[in-house]
Nanobody, 120 residues
Framework: QVQLVESGGGLVQAGGSRRLSCAAS????????MGWYRQAPGKQRELVAR???????NYVDSVKGRFTISTDNAKSTVYLQMNSLKPEDTAAYYC??????????????WGQGTQVTVSS
């Protein structure tokens, strides 16, 4: 089993910054990719940013130039640095990890979500 524990959500004013963290633990042989998704009320969950084990990244257009995804491989942790936050960034943010387990299986896991609220 794999656990993803997120932290860093909260209330921030428009124009401010916030950093989300997600630590993975459990039966992980290797992490193939990690990412952040978000879901606002009444909207579908969308990919915000993703980073592969090789360091390749991709972002949704709306956050390009404002958000940065990074990892600390030694800590099996992924970060999302969010700058110049806008009210439309308000959502529950979910960590996602695709891992190869010790059983040799490619599995996907989700965190419990952390709320980010941007006030105008």
């Amino acid at each position: 089993q794999v656990q993803l524990v997120e932290s860093g959500g909260g209330l921030v004013q428009a124009g401010g910054s916030r950093r989300l963290s997600c630590a993975a633990s459990g039966s992980i042989f290797s992490i193939l990719a990690m990412g952040w998704y978000r879901q606002a009320p009444g909207k579908q969950r969308e990919l915000v940013a993703r980073i592969s084990s090789g360091g390749d990244t991709n972002y949704v257009d709306s956050v390009k130039g404002r958000f940065t995804i990074s990892t600390d491989n030694a800590k099996s942790t992924v970060y999302l640095q969010m700058n110049s936050l806008k009210p439309e960034d308000t959502a529950a943010y979910y960590c996602n990890a695709r891992v190869l387990t010790y059983r040799g299986q490619n599995e996907t896991y989700w965190g419990q979500g952390t709320q980010v609220t941007v006030s105008s």
